[in-house]
């Protein structure tokens, strides 16, 4: 299976992922669109399962009653994740289109079914210099999950994101985690790259990704890049090692970039040169 994948609108799933089809542990990832009078049924079985929604207006009917969820788009509002445990079946139904993301990781069950509400998610803006982009911490420490987390991250066209360079595979003492990245691009027809690798082997992934695009991070370490004149959004799912409160553990840098942090507009060429 490639690291790279299209969206594909011939049926009610776009995007699916399995820990099968990835050939790792934890993280499954779908993507659904429904339309008018259409029902999507899942069950969840042994997974922890957060929904949230991309564009338009359903509801989630669950054991626990129903619940609206609606968004203009993901550059247009903050969402609403809906949280559901294991065990539980669900229904998704919409008066019109709907689209929405689904990620699951294995869980014992602890925390209850609980939407997560737009002005509960807390947002930031991280970085700095060519590498400054927002993200809202969409399922993460400290609202409570198991395995799971999700972010929501904007990238202005020029910039970069996830820098310096980041990994989660075990590498540097890190804990693993399985990601998956949900890319959406302003314009439609925008562009931009992302790449995986590894520094004490010759693995090496780049790819031009496009709107509604998917990249699974599988190893190593990864950032990502949008064109100038192309606005980014991306949407990830992980879940491995980090269980609870752990899940707030910080991924491990690239010790050849790091010094970044400490200042992100270091070392930039003043224009023109030599006269």
């Not at 207006?57 to 788009?73: K, P, V, W």
């Not at 970039?257 to 200042?263: E, H, Q, T, V």
Request: aromatic share 12%; proline share 7%; glycine share 10%.
């Amino acid at each position: 299976m490639s690291n790279h994948l299209k969206s594909n609108y011939d049926g009610m799933i776009v995007l699916d992922v399995t820990p099968e089809s990835a050939n790792w542990q934890y993280l499954s990832f779908r993507v659904v669109r429904i339309e008018a009078q259409q029902v999507y049924l899942h069950q969840t079985e042994r997974t922890e399962l957060a929904l949230v929604p991309l564009e338009g207006a359903g509801a989630i009917q669950t054991s626990a009653g129903d619940f609206a969820l609606s968004r203009a788009g993901v550059f247009q509002e903050k969402p609403s994740a809906l949280y559901i445990p294991p065990g539980q079946e669900f229904g998704v139904v919409s008066d019109g289109s709907f689209e929405f993301a689904l990620g699951a990781a294995p869980a014992e069950g602890k925390y209850p079914l609980r939407l997560f509400a737009a002005d509960e998610i807390r947002s930031e803006l991280r970085g700095g210099g060519a590498a400054r982009r927002q993200v809202h911490h969409t399922l993460a420490h400290p609202l409570p999950a198991e395995r799971l987390i999700l972010y929501e991250v904007y990238v202005p066209g020029g910039a970069w994101s996830g820098y310096p360079p980041h990994c989660h595979d075990g590498y540097g003492g890190s804990a693993h985690l399985d990601e998956t990245y949900y890319f959406r691009t302003d314009p439609a027809n925008g562009v931009a790259l992302h790449r995986n690798y590894r520094r004490d082997n010759d693995f090496e992934e780049i790819f031009a990704v496009r709107d509604r695009d998917l990249v699974l991070v599988t190893q190593g370490f990864h950032s990502t890049s949008a064109a100038p004149g192309s606005n980014l959004y991306f949407l990830n799912y992980l879940a491995g090692e980090l269980i609870g409160d752990e899940r707030k553990t910080p991924p491990y840098d690239d010790p050849d970039y790091a010094w970044l942090k400490d200042d992100l507009t270091a070392n930039v060429m003043r224009l023109p040169l030599m006269g």
